[in-house]
């Protein structure tokens, strides 16, 4: 065998062994909260904090990114976004909540994430098409932060979620994640193109309503999604990254 294809071939293994020991640990913190949440790959319910007098640094932070849409029309998507650290304190504030309605309050949680405001006809391409997500350890949150009629995130359950969960280091592998191991050649092919078609046919999928303080709560990388395709109205967003410590 050349030395470039094993070396090819030991860089998969690792990569791809990585993304079992990463799902390996999230299940584990589930799972030492409660045997439910080990397998409860996705949850939407409502949170309402955006009109909470301690959450306003979400309000001043959608007046911001809207003043700046305001001053320049044509600014890219990627311009109207605030990240917010884990430490600040709206975050700790959230993880507290999150852990209260979805948890019971027994998850000790870590939030960090990004406000973002997405303009009509104004994405990221790979976020209005179904996919995975391609980090196994963390879950994702997604927050309202105003009502809305488009723009609606949708998510397909798994007919076995600990099946779906198990195989998710592999379904979740992007198509960057593949050019960079070499195993695949062009940006505009994948793997995985079919599954995406296939299930993103089911009738089973759910459509999550736009009002302001809804959340869903889901692992990305377990759960085929999409989102945004606003095309007529802003849609501003808290999009998060959780995680159990």
């Known amino acids: 065998m050349p030395a470039s294809s094993k070396e090819s071939i030991d860089k998969t293994a690792r990569f791809i062994t990585s993304k079992f020991l990463r ?12 045997t439910s949440y080990a397998t409860r790959l996705v949850a939407d319910l409502y949170l309402g904090i955006p009109d909470k007098p301690e959450y306003n640094y979400f309000t001043e932070s959608v007046e911001e990114l809207l003043s700046k849409y305001n001053s320049n029309p044509a600014a890219n998507f990627e311009d109207l976004v605030i990240n917010i650290h884990p430490n600040h304190r709206t975050m700790q504030m959230l993880a507290q909540d999150v852990s209260r309605v979805y948890f019971g309050g027994k998850a000790k949680l870590i939030i960090g994430g990004q406000v973002k405001l997405h303009p009509p006809n104004c994405h990221d391409e790979n976020s209005i098409q179904w996919h995975y997500d391609g980090d196994p350890l963390y879950q994702k949150i997604i927050i309202f932060l105003q009502s809305g009629e488009e723009g609606h995130f949708y998510y397909i359950p798994p007919a076995n979620a ?24 062009s940006q505009s092919i994948t793997p995985l193109a079919d599954i995406y078609s296939l299930q993103s046919s089911s009738n089973d999928k759910v459509k999550v309503p736009i009002v302001r303080g809804q959340s869903v709560l889901f692992h990305g990388s377990s759960i085929l999604h999409k989102g945004g395709n606003n095309k007529h109205s802003l849609r501003p967003v808290f999009q998060g990254l959780v995680s159990i410590t």
């Open 23 to 34: 799902l390996h640990h999230y299940y584990h913190a589930n799972l030492s909260i409660h």
């Open 162 to 185: 600990f099946s779906q969960l198990l195989y998710s280091p592999l379904t979740c592998i992007t198509k960057d994640e593949l050019l960079e191991l070499g195993l695949l050649r």
